[in-house]
């Protein structure tokens, strides 16, 4: 399919069931996750969806832009959107909590640690129809001590505990998405590449300009994708 297709039909993208930990998939324009309800499904849901597409087609098509504070944060809700119900077919692995989940419905915050990334895509295996791909892992950990209170959000666990982390990628034409989230902010995650791609800032105050200097190809693309947990990487989330 084109990049036009691509952005004409984009949002109505679900994933495909899982077949192991780690989820790469090629076309998920027909798949559907039943997760949710049809009020959800129709209202919020369709209105995120519908928000979003003005802003992402120039990102889609490769075309220069500038995206608002306010535009990033829509986008930000739209990822974290798809996110979210991209795991509910795999509750056993889902990483980002359903008390999580719960209050970004509620408040369209996500109250856990996230960062989201934005790429330009310039290569053919990655915009073959809109591909996702999915890791989560958990790990055993102690948060001691802890960071200060004011940089923690809501639900982040001080003590012992399992530590849930995942990153879900999606790639539409030429614009390619990494959303990662961990609910430690001392898990370590070690972005490959991070020149290639524009971090959307949370909270957003200042205006990203499009595209990045650099692009991204096949072989980025699957390394971004794919690197979830780095246990040598000791730096802080926050």
């Not at 990662?180 to 898990?187: H, I, S």
């Not at 972005?191 to 909270?203: D, T």
Request: with cysteine; glycine share 4%.
């Amino acid at each position: 399919a084109s990049h036009r297709d691509q952005a004409a039909r984009f949002t109505h993208t679900k994933s495909r069931r899982p077949q192991k930990e780690e989820r790469v998939e090629g076309d998920i324009l027909s798949k559907k996750i039943k997760a949710v309800c049809k009020r959800c499904n129709n209202i919020w849901m369709s209105g995120q969806d519908t928000a979003v597409i003005p802003l992402l087609k120039p990102l889609i098509l490769g075309q220069p832009c500038v995206l608002t504070p306010n535009e990033q944060r829509i986008i930000w809700i739209w990822v974290t959107m798809k996110a979210i119900v991209g795991e509910m077919d795999d509750p056993v692995r889902r990483a980002i909590p359903p008390d999580s989940a719960h209050q970004f419905y509620h408040t369209r915050n996500l109250r856990m640690l996230s960062k989201t990334w934005l790429g330009k895509y310039t290569d053919s295996t990655w915009s073959l129809n809109v591909r996702y791909h999915h890791s989560a892992g958990a790990s055993s950990t102690t948060l001691t001590p802890p960071p200060p209170v004011a940089l923690l959000p809501e639900n982040v666990i001080i003590g012992p505990h399992l530590s849930y982390f995942q990153t879900t990628t999606l790639c539409i034409g030429q614009l390619f998405i990494h959303f990662a989230t961990a609910t430690n902010p001392y898990v370590g995650y070690r972005l490959y590449e991070p020149a290639r791609l524009r971090l959307i800032e949370i909270p957003m105050n200042t205006d990203l300009t499009w595209p990045p200097p650099l692009t991204i190809d096949d072989i980025d693309a699957q390394k971004i994708a794919s690197w979830l947990y780095d246990p040598a990487c000791v730096a802080s989330w926050i």
